[in-house]
């Protein structure tokens, strides 16, 4: 499980990077940490802060970290996400929606942004047992 500002650093991602990973995180944990890429962030966060990619994963840091030194601990960041935790969220996505990461991961950049945003989307509350309940006596 990861939690909202984890998500929220997922979303400073580009939608076709949130759908390859969604896809086959392996293979873009690989590519995505290798091309040690990173950016001005869009969402709310920290004034000076940019989105920067690690050997041990991605964060929202503040400006200045030119070297890429920071540890994942450093005070200076405002989110994290390991690798090993981007896999674990993946593997923690219904199938249905990985299914349509893939079919999607190519298709026109507006069609993808908008699976990426329902990949993103926090998951739905269970409904309450009254509610369970209710369903069952609707189908009886």
């Given at each position: 499980m990861?939690?909202?500002?984890?998500?929220?650093?997922l979303?400073?991602l580009?939608?076709w990077?949130?759908l390859?990973?969604?896809?086959?995180?392996?293979?873009?944990?690989r590519e995505?940490?290798d091309?040690?890429?990173g950016g001005?962030?869009?969402?709310?966060?920290?004034d000076?802060?940019?989105?920067?990619t690690?050997?041990?994963?991605i964060?929202?840091?503040?400006?200045?970290?030119?070297v890429?030194?920071?540890?994942?601990?450093?005070?200076?960041?405002a989110?994290?996400?390991?690798w090993?935790?981007?896999?674990?969220w993946?593997e923690?996505?219904?199938t249905?929606?990985?299914?349509e990461?893939?079919r999607?991961?190519?298709?026109?950049?507006?069609?993808?942004?908008r699976v990426?945003?329902?990949i993103?989307?926090?998951?739905s509350?269970a409904?309450?047992?009254?509610?369970?309940l209710?369903?069952?006596?609707a189908?009886a």
């Open positions: 990861i939690t909202d500002a984890q998500r929220r650093l979303g400073e580009a939608p990077q949130v390859a990973l969604a896809d086959a995180p392996d293979y873009w944990c995505i940490r091309s040690q890429g001005t962030v869009r969402g709310e966060w920290p000076g802060s940019c989105r920067q690690y050997t041990w994963g964060a929202v840091t503040a400006d200045g970290d030119y890429r030194a920071r540890k994942r601990s450093d005070p200076a960041h989110a994290t996400l390991t090993a935790q981007i896999a674990g993946v923690s996505l219904p249905e929606l990985r299914a990461a893939r999607h991961r190519k298709s026109d950049p507006g069609t993808g942004a990426a945003a329902l993103l989307a926090p998951p509350a409904p309450a047992p009254s509610e369970q209710g369903l069952f006596e189908v």
